[in-house]
């Protein structure tokens, strides 16, 4: 997975590591933004217990406010962006 240089940045700022946004954009739920893009978060249970059993695999301790984390994607599955959401999100019907 590719991530650009503000995405990298972000993630560092943020201490999102790379290997949690991967599992992110692995097993959360895609919600569409515009622009062909897409906010990836685990929102729901089972994605959210997707992503716990993921990262214990991986042997990742859970920090507080990972699970708030989401990653913005462009059509091409390049990372955009990273962060931790405070609100929730409005879902659009297109």
Known sequence: MEFTTH???RCNQRAIPRALAELIVKTGDEYKCGQSRRIIIARSKNAHKELVKEL??????????WENTYVVVDGTGMVITAGHRTKRIKIRKY
Do not use: D, E, F, S
Not at 56 to 65: R, V
């Open 7 to 9: 995405a990298i940045r």
């Open 56 to 65: 214990q695999i991986i042997g990742i301790k859970i920090k507080y406010g």
